[in-house]
């Protein structure tokens, strides 16, 4: 048996520098007709200079495929010539409060007073997607944001937000309360829980920000996947960091599961049964939700298991030593 | 300045075998006059020979010190013969649900059909120390399993039963509720929360069962312990491993904290004033509570900042790198 999915989309990516992203690029590039490429490196990508630079890193990388890199640029508070000046050349921005996950030093601090950028933001028909975190207790996080979505879902109603990577039943919910909200959600949250990391052994491989939460929220995760929820797209956070800076005292966040996405997604919908979801949940509600026109390309996948090696490189894949059932098909 | 503490104990100990405890019994045994020592061992410590062995096991590592340790037996469903003959020979009989925690494996999977084990050790006044979680969602674990400590309470309400690492402020409350329930608190969990686990970086050397909870729960076990809580006891319930156990794909529970243990406390109950209540969280307590006559020892400590080192052989401390104020005078 053979699957064909029409123009497969990761639309929340990390794909490093250098090294690091010639290592980990080729896997989206082989799975994916297009990704939307994070902008947190270090310092981030804040202007077009470097934005057309990393672009072009990229494309070195997966030059043997036709991969669109969606590129997104750091939020700041810019103003309305520079974001004049940016429209048509990037996908979207992407904010970060400040701190609250891997290199998003420099993010937002002040909530409100980036309203002016997000005015601006609106009127250009530019997409604003948040790491949605507070910085309170670790669980409370993605819920103690919500209303900050909701104060701008308000105020901006032309604005496209994008929750990303929502790990909670309550963002769920908000996402059916306003129409320019939306979400993405990773492939490991909808397969984890705190459990998975913390309730028996500790797996550093499986630590994530947002981490993952209780049953009742990747319940509610993959019940909204399986189901086609027309607002919510697949974006994987994959997010590779060496394995020195995973099994140490102080362990990165980040889950890469690059090398896995498409034969897991199509076994977890094939499992429930949900298969004919998967090609808006990988592509059709992105391609919507931003008028999207990706590359024709039908990327395949034939029944053929394979085990998850070990390491990548010196990087652990997610479900490392598992058997998947699926393959993809290299062109 | 010199701080004099008489008879300190610590009642909830691990101190592994072998090497292991050859190289962290001294720590416990220069601050300690006695600790309660668990006895999850592979295989488990569940009989009179094995534990008489253990015994000299450890009293051969620490014979330079006064050091009485309060030898623990695994819980199984013994029969009234059997308790007959323990009693008298050990301090107690410590319940692990199965699978729980570190080598629980064999420990107690229906909980009840141990009630005729219960009674007896009722009758004998042998008091059940238990690890009260279970096998739910690992922030739930302890306060599900709050119910059965309810039961036995109320079934045998003069068998001495203690909860022990208490993690939440709904477990404090339990403890006011009935006679025959005690409890005992660790270290860490006065100082520590999830977010200290897990909430940046991850740290596997602050992993352990129960996991730390939320601020609200640290803050209450504080304030109990700080205020002289009659039924809670100190107990480190320091749990060494290995470096390549901790800094792991998968990282064994538990924290090293026997080198720090006097330091910390007494500088955590000066900050807050309280220096004068902890004669009887870390001594008074537990002996009028067991009825416990410890060899006369005082363990004096001067303020002479410290270090703690990044590891102690092959085990990384609690507070590595910290510098205390306190230090333990050897005698």
């Known amino acids: 048996m053979t699957i064909s999915l029409f123009a497969p989309l990761d639309m929340h990516l990390h794909l490093r520098e ?18 939307v490429i994070m902008p947190n490196l270090v310092p981030p990508v804040d202007n077009l200079d470097r934005l057309a630079a990393y672009e072009a890193e990229i494309r070195s990388a997966v030059a ?3 991969f669109m890199p969606l590129m997104t640029l750091f939020f700041r508070a810019y103003d309305a010539a520079t974001l004049h000046a940016l429209r048509g050349r990037i996908f979207a921005i992407k904010l970060y409060p400040e701190g609250v996950t891997t290199n998003s030093t420099g993010g937002v601090s002040d909530l409100e007073a980036i309203e002016p950028t997000l005015a601006v933001m609106e009127e250009l028909g530019i997409p604003l997607l948040v790491h949605g975190e507070s910085h309170g207790f670790v669980l409370d996080r993605e819920t103690e944001f919500l209303p900050v979505y909701e104060r701008w879902a308000q105020t901006f109603p032309r604005l496209r937000i994008v929750m990303e990577h929502i790990t909670t039943a309550a963002a769920l919910e908000l996402l059916d309360r306003y129409p320019n909200l939306f979400a993405t959600v990773t492939l490991h949250h909808l397969l984890i829980t705190l459990d998975d990391v913390a309730g028996g052994l500790l797996q550093p491989h499986l630590f994530c920000k947002p981490i993952a939460k209780r049953p009742s929220d990747r319940d509610a995760l993959l019940a909204a996947a399986l189901s086609g929820h027309p607002k919510l797209m697949f974006g994987s956070d994959s997010a590779p960091h060496p394995i020195e800076r995973k099994e140490a005292a102080f362990c990165a966040a980040g889950i890469f599961s690059a090398p896995v996405l498409l034969p897991m997604l199509v076994e977890l919908f094939e499992r429930h049964h949900a298969l004919d979801r998967l090609p808006d949940f990988v592509s059709g509600n992105a391609c919507r939700i931003h008028g999207l026109k990706p590359p024709q390309r039908e990327v ?32």
Chains 1, 2 share one sequence.
């Open 18 to 35: 250098g090294a690091m992203l010639r290592l980990v690029a080729p896997f989206s590039a082989a799975q994916f007709t297009g990704a």
């Open 64 to 66: 043997s495929y036709p």
């Open 300 to 331: 395949r996948l034939v029944e053929d298991p394979w085990t998850v090696p070990p390491r990548y490189g010196d990087v652990v894949p997610f479900a490392a030593g598992q058997t998947l059932r699926w393959r993809v098909l290299t062109d």
